[in-house]
């Protein structure tokens, strides 16, 4: 067996898909067997390539060391009984909502104990005096609580995406119940970050248009929150929200001006390195400035690798650079490999690395405008096809209008960018032109102007679409192939592209005939409502005492996760029959008692004034459900009700949206 022409490829293929089969391989003598084999085998020189086989479980290992919780975790030591001083620092600023302010938060003691791990925080906005801010300490007596996961089919699981980043607790505070501990953090990262917020400052206190302020913190200054909602969605629907965010589009595009102002360097001794180290160590600072999130820190790092290979001139192959990137990325941070931006975002490089050349030789322009129009969009539709499957398997929705959006917005946007590093240069030393923040306010109008009548263009926004995580793998699949077909033009890609047509076709084929089947009875979770939904092929049937409305997230979500092509909203009632299921609803009538009826399931809803314990002992149900109309401390006293009688109790404030096969 011939050993691979560039081992790092078959490297991060096996310390991946080791990473992805990690849940599945947590068995300790599997994991000892899975690492001996591949040596043994490798004694015989026949067969020593297949000690790349090593990596596979060494990926399962890695992730499992990765979120093993270390023995200083503040998990060992907090105990709610005997409530102890926690000390924490705020390491993140969140979104806040109308209510808290959110913050990702460290464990710095617990009580006099040195402690780690990470934490959720809100805070209440209600009689607080001072916000705190990024580096805070606060101290507090109040116990970590488990994230509660409230997830309805087809919606966003927080819990789960906390628990990928090490978050498992959160704590809810008042002003009333911690103390602001003003913390004076030095280093390199500190004098960054208060730079940030010194900017910011400025920002708000210039002559510009909200708009554009907020425009400048989102570009500039990573505050991915400044942007109202309805715009960011507009930017999602027109299928250009990647222009939003710090990410390898601007790391790019920075990486060029840098290289375009610093090359003077060149000049002088050993200036060859002095420049490219410069431009390398001022995207790190950039990063850094901008708060070091994930996707700041993953792009400057890719740029990095690309910065070198342009500037040196002796790394020939992006892709190599690239298949590195990621791999290290991943060794340094594993929650890398979960998170969509990581995904997609070297999916798209990849496409225009493997997929643009191909494009570009369909066609070449004489006119320089033509060509460069021509580029862009086989740039873009690369970039789409890549991330096209990702992205409607994670979003549901595909934005059919992205080329016109990009065709209108790219050619002009690394001005756009370098325009707005320039102003805010201006506003750091205190010249702010007035003709420049009007123009810029005009940039601003226009390009939101364009986004929301291409986002209106509603026809052309393909919603609620569906993929299964086989269905996207296949595709990916017949992606290579085809693109292997292409390139090398032999017949075996043609007939594994057909074969992988019709694996494709049976897997969709099988996937209808499973939906068909369904016969399902839904209790979700609303907070303050109660909402029973009976789920049969392609339909939906909700009941509410409260106003519902099909334009609500739940009923949308659900259309994400199952092919619902009709829902109807029926008037509410107490009791759900079929032939195995007799499923009583006790609400605030708290009529329970009812002639030739036997419960089998009960719904506590609306906070009934009852003694639940003579209930259980009358009607004697096989479980007992409390939905999110209910108070907290009223379901903890039912939950002890239920537990004396080993009655199964589900909260759904807990446990999110439960289902009944009928």
């Known amino acids: 067996m011939k050993a691979p022409r560039f081992p790092i490829y078959i490297v991060t293929l096996l310390f991946v898909s080791g990473m992805l089969i990690a849940p599945w391989t947590q068995n300790k003598y599997f994991i000892c067997f899975a690492l001996i084999i591949p040596f043994l085998v490798a004694l015989f020189k026949k067969y020593r390539v297949l000690a790349y086989l090593v990596f596979l479980p060494l990926g399962s290992i890695h992730l499992h060391q990765y979120y093993q919780l270390s023995k200083s975790h503040y998990s060992h030591f907090t105990v709610t009984e005997n409530k102890k001083n926690l000390l924490l620092q705020l390491t993140q600023v969140l979104k806040p909502n109308d209510f808290q302010l959110r913050f990702y938060g460290s464990v710095v003691k617990v009580g006099d104990q040195k402690t780690e791990g990470k934490i959720l925080i809100s805070i209440n906005k209600d009689s607080l005096k001072k916000a705190p801010n990024l580096g805070d300490l606060i101290l507090t007596r109040i116990s970590p609580q488990p994230i509660l996961s409230r997830s309805n089919p087809g919606g966003f699981d927080y819990k789960k995406y906390l628990s990928r980043i090490k978050i498992y607790d959160q704590l809810k505070l008042t002003p009333k119940n911690f103390v602001l501990v003003k913390n004076k953090i030095r280093g390199p990262s500190a004098y960054l970050n208060r730079w940030n917020a010194t900017i910011e400052k400025k920002i708000d206190q210039s002559q510009l248009s909200s708009a554009s302020k907020n425009t400048l913190k989102t570009l500039l200054l990573g505050k991915r929150d400044a942007l109202d909602r309805e715009l960011v969605e507009a930017y999602a629907n027109a299928g250009v929200v990647h222009i939003l965010a710090i990410s390898g589009l601007h790391i790019g595009i920075i990486m060029l001006f840098l290289g375009f102002v610093l090359q003077p360097i060149q000049?002088?001794?050993?200036?060859?390195?002095?420049?490219?180290?410069?431009?390398?160590?001022?995207?790190?600072?950039?990063?850094?400035?901008?708060?070091?999130?994930?996707s700041v820190i993953r792009a400057v790092s890719m740029f990095s690798g690309f910065a070198l290979a342009k500037y040196s001139r002796r790394i020939h192959s992006t892709f190599h650079l690239l298949i590195v990137s990621f791999f290290l990325l991943l060794v340094f941070y594993p929650p890398f490999l979960y998170q969509v931006g990581f995904q997609m975002s070297y999916l798209a490089v990849l496409g225009i690395i493997k997929i643009h050349p191909l494009l570009q030789k369909l066609w070449e322009p004489s006119y320089l405008v033509v060509r460069k129009l021509w580029e862009i969009t086989t740039v873009c539709l690369a970039a789409q096809i890549a991330v096209a499957p990702l992205s409607i398997f994670y979003f549901h929705q595909f934005p059919g209008l992205f080329l016109l959006s990009n065709w209108l917005i790219l050619p002009f946007f690394g001005l756009f960018l370098i325009a707005s590093l320039g102003l805010v240069v201006l506003m750091v030393v205190d010249m702010e032109i007035r003709p420049l923040t009007i123009g810029y306010d005009k940039m601003v109008s226009c390009m939101n102007d364009v986004v929301l009548?291409?986002?209106?263009?509603?026809?052309?926004?393909?919603?609620?679409?569906?993929?299964?995580?086989?269905?996207?793998?296949?595709?990916?699949?017949?992606?290579?192939?085809?693109?292997?077909?292409?390139?090398?033009?032999?017949?075996?890609?043609?007939?594994?592209?057909?074969?992988?047509?019709?694996?494709l076709q049976w897997v969709v084929v099988f996937e209808h005939w499973e939906n068909s089947k369904v016969n399902q009875l839904w209790l979700l979770y609303q907070h303050n409502k109660t909402i029973v939904a009976h789920h049969t092929p392609k339909k939906l049937m909700i009941y509410s005492p409260q106003k519902i409305t099909e334009e609500d997230r739940f009923i949308n979500d659900f259309k994400n996760k199952y092919p619902i092509e009709s829902v109807k909203i029926e008037a509410f009632k107490n009791t759900y029959v079929t032939n195995e299921l007799r499923l009583l609803v006790l609400d605030e009538k708290a009529i329970y008692n009812i002639p030739d009826f036997k419960t089998t399931h009960l719904l506590i809803s609306s906070n009934p004034k009852v003694n639940l314990d003579r209930i259980l002992d009358s009607i004697g149900p096989k479980m007992v459900f409390a939905d999110g109309s209910n108070f907290p401390w009223k379901v903890s006293q039912w939950k002890i009700s239920c537990q004396k009688r080993n009655i199964p109790f589900v909260n759904l404030r807990e446990k999110g949206a439960y289902s009944i096969s009928l």
Not at 461 to 487: E, P, Q, T
């Open 267 to 294: 000049l002088i001794p050993r200036g060859k390195w002095i420049y490219i180290v410069s431009i390398i160590i001022l995207l790190w600072a950039f990063a850094f400035f901008t708060g070091g999130s994930p």
């Open 453 to 503: 009548w291409i986002a209106n263009q509603e026809s052309f926004l393909f919603k609620n679409m569906r993929m299964s995580i086989a269905v996207l793998v296949i595709i990916y699949i017949l992606l290579s192939l085809i693109y292997w077909g292409l390139k090398f033009q032999k017949i075996r890609y043609l007939t594994a592209t057909l074969s992988g047509l019709l694996i």
